[in-house]
């Protein structure tokens, strides 16, 4: 899950603020304004799933390339992405889940 700050029209307050847009992938799935709270869930579910089972099945030819092109970088951080990784796809899935509520 990431979630990254951009300058949006809220659909509520009809402001132009920052708004916090959280991202499950490639997806988003919630936008929240800072200026009222409001806030926008958008339902993924469908769309995830494919393309997580496509994320995945690339995975070993992204890593092997990261890996020709920065071996000692790659070397490096490699056990620490190893470990964070499922805490990150956990907050993935869970994004999605939350999208899911109304």
């Given amino acids: 899950m990431a979630v990254q700050e951009s300058f949006l029209r ?4 009809e402001r132009e603020a920052e708004h916090e847009v959280v991202y499950a992938g490639r997806f988003v ?3 929240v304004c800072t200026h009222c709270g409001a806030v926008t869930r958008l339902d993924v579910s469908q769309a995830y799933l494919p393309d997580l089972r496509d994320r995945i099945t690339t995975k070993p030819r992204r890593l092997a390339s990261v890996f020709r092109d920065r071996p000692v970088d790659s070397a490096t951080s490699m056990p620490r992405r190893m470990l964070s990784k499922p ?3 956990l907050d993935e899935l869970r994004a999605v889940r939350r999208s899911r509520r109304r």
């Fill in 10 to 13: 809220c659909t509520v307050c």
């Fill in 29 to 31: 799935t919630q936008i």
């Fill in 87 to 89: 805490l990150r796809m």
